[in-house]
């Protein structure tokens, strides 16, 4: 995207997670915010926090697939990284640290709202700048912090269902603070845990607001890759998501199908997931995903974004830390093209690595990562048309996928074909952990490379994760976890 994004990146690093201190991309605000152009760069901004490693970059996409059975962490390879994911080896001390990054990039989004609705007269002041201008950035803001929102709901509150069925005052109905919009309140307070629900309400908040004023067909001006920034396609297809986390089936299947029916967005062909002609590359590592229907939003790393290991740690040739279980390659019947652009190496017969982290140009530190894809939007239909009866539907949506994987069609449809299908076609990228969490099932896995944390019960305190002890010297009016 913009220049803007090296410093952006080099400040995550820097940034205090202490929300009682301004972090330092902030300190500036008000001059970076004094105009429209320094607006609109703020915006940009925070797309690059998904891509730090303790995000996207690497955590939350690989680890969550060890921490559940499709990963094996350091057999036969091992530099040393993921054991602690894979053992669930976490504690209030340290072991999973996404919370601060997340606050630092709801901040920025808070900074860039708040001004357009205290300045908005200010910018519309300028030669060139339009109400739909201040709509489309306040769009994009809405948007990610949505996203970042939910994913500190996914990872440290109990599954919707559980939460609102909570009592009063019970910490299992707790989600996460929500910060003051006013940077000038926001530095001082220190917020309590608000309720799942409350939180809930105010992602499907931001996000139905956000398509109700962004620009239709709107794309960022002037970014290397358009799916990389936020788009109605992107919105729909969050709400989707957050939808179904919600059990509210209806609108997980209303805007699943906004999203499928839009004709922007196609689920990628057999060959154009993996081509056997190119070494498996496919569509994963494009320059862009302009032109790529499966792709609806994404993490883009470049040479001018900065690098991340994930391709590092998944390829046999170089830290390959990262290896395939045999839980999941059992999963998978010959032929499928999910199986068979699985990375095998000659040094380590027996054995495969994941392969949708090659990197631009096989370049491994430049691979772009993508959040949501089209198909998806289909998995997504099909639990919701299923726990709505429309068997038939269900069944449609899932032989969507097959058909488009040179895998053999279901007859007919449950609930654990769909969690299969899904893991199957989501594997690597971090959807798994919160599959089970959602649908509280019980993980059992056989292929692992430690016995700690083998098997992890659906009633487990290890699916909410601890806030860590450094988060409570800052905010005393924080409640931990149950069983941290």
């Known amino acids: 995207m913009k220049k803007i994004f090296l410093f952006a990146v080099a400040a995550l690093s820097l940034i205090s997670c202490d929300l009682t201190t301004p972090p330092e991309t902030m300190l500036d605000a008000d001059k970076a915010l ?20 303790s995000w996207y970059g690497v955590d939350l996409s690989i680890y969550p697939d060890a921490m559940c059975g499709n990963c094996v962490v350091g057999v036969p390879k091992n530099s040393g990284r993921g054991m602690g994911w894979h053992q669930w080896n976490f504690t209030v001390s340290g072991g999973f640290s996404m919370y601060g990054n997340a606050y630092v990039n709801i901040l920025r989004c808070n900074n860039v709202i708040h001004a357009i609705k205290t300045n908005g007269d200010m910018y519309l002041a300028e ?50 603070p929500i910060v003051n919009e006013d940077p000038d309140v926001s530095v001082l307070d220190k917020p309590a845990r608000a309720t799942a629900k409350a939180n809930y309400e105010n992602i499907v908040s931001d996000l139905t607001t956000a398509l109700d004023i962004i620009e239709p067909g709107f794309t960022r001006p002037g970014v290397y890759d358009t799916k990389c ?39 990628a062909t057999a060959n154009e997931y993996a081509n056997p002609n190119d070494d498996y590359y496919g569509f994963w590592n494009e320059t862009t995903w302009d032109n790529v229907g499966e792709v609806i939003f994404g993490v883009y790393n470049g040479p001018a974004e900065g690098s991340t290991i994930i391709g590092n740690i998944t390829s046999p040739a170089d830290y390959g830390d990262v290896s395939v279980s045999k839980d999941l390659l059992a999963l998978f019947e010959d032929g499928d093209i999910r199986k068979e652009m699985l990375r095998t190496s000659a040094e380590y017969p027996g054995y495969y690595w994941p392969n949708k982290y090659q990197g631009k140009d096989k370049a491994l530190a430049f691979a772009s990562i993508p959040l949501i894809r089209t198909s998806e939007m289909y998995l997504i239909r099909a639990e919701a048309r299923l726990q709505q009866q429309n068997v038939n539907g269900a069944l449609s949506d ?25 893991r199957k076609e989501l594997a690597f990228e971090g959807h798994i952990f919160h599959d089970y969490k959602r649908l509280q099932r019980d993980l059992y896995r056989s292929d692992v490379s430690s016995t700690m944390n083998k098997d992890v019960l659906k009633d487990s305190k290890y699916w909410c994760m601890p806030i860590a002890e450094s988060e409570f010297d800052v905010n005393p009016n924080l409640v931990q976890n149950p069983g941290w």
């Open 127 to 176: 030669e060139g700048v339009t109400q739909q201008h201040l709509d489309n950035v306040m769009a994009e803001c809405l948007f990610v912090r949505a996203y970042c929102y939910f994913d500190l709901l996914r990872w440290y509150a109990q599954p919707y269902a559980v939460a609102v069925a909570a009592p009063e005052g019970d910490v299992r109905a707790l989600g996460v």
């Open 398 to 422: 899932l032989n969507v996928i097959t058909a488009n994987r040179n895998a053999s069609p279901y007859a007919s449809v449950s609930m654990n074909d769909i969690f299969n299908e899904r």
């Open 34 to 53: 004094a105009t429209y152009e320094g607006l609109d760069d703020a915006a940009a901004v925070t797309y690059v926090a998904f891509g730090a490693e």
């Open 229 to 267: 920034s936020v788009s109605e396609g992107a919105i729909e297809a969050l709400l989707a998501r957050v939808y179904l986390y919600m059990n509210d089936y209806k609108n997980a299947e209303l805007h699943a199908s906004n999203v499928i029916n839009s004709g922007n967005y196609q689920v």
